[in-house]
């Protein structure tokens, strides 16, 4: 079983950056793909980044291209979503999560992860 904790949302202006972190208590954190995922009132989940377990394969959707960059520490068992130049639109509850099969650089449904963080609030001001 892993559990999945994310931390570092927060209210920003507009152009600001904050860094997003996910900190699993399984052991073999290395062995999963990790995504991030956001929800906006009333919209369904969006897929925004992935990462394949060695960290050196990333994917993005072309909205955040440029601006997010998904990282992670194995061994502290911790994925990073850095956002910068924040927009209003990048509002939103982001969630992490865990893959257990193998990481293809694609876009993904949230069905495509097996575990999942309680998500954490990022608002950005205009």
């Known amino acids: 079983q892993v559990q999945l904790v994310e931390s570092g949302g927060g209210l920003v202006q507009a152009g600001g950056s904050l860094r997003l972190s996910c900190t699993s208590s399984?052991?073999?954190?290395?062995?999963?793909?990790m995504g991030w995922f956001r929800q906006a009132p009333g919209k369904e989940r969006e897929f925004v980044t992935a990462?394949?377990?060695?960290?050196?394969?990333?994917y993005y959707i072309d909205s955040v291209k440029g601006r997010f960059t998904i990282s992670r520490d194995n061994a502290k068992n911790t994925a990073y979503l850095h956002m910068n130049s924040l927009q209003p639109e990048d509002s939103a509850v982001y969630y992490c999560?865990?893959?257990?099969?193998?990481?293809?650089?694609?876009?993904?449904?949230?069905?495509?992860?097996?575990?999942w963080g309680q998500g954490t609030q990022v608002t950005v001001s205009s």
């Open positions: 999560a865990a893959r257990r099969a193998y990481y293809e650089g694609r876009t993904y449904l949230p069905s495509d992860f097996d575990y």
């Open positions: 399984g052991r073999a954190f290395s062995a999963y793909a």
């Open positions: 990462i394949n377990w060695a960290g050196d394969s990333t």
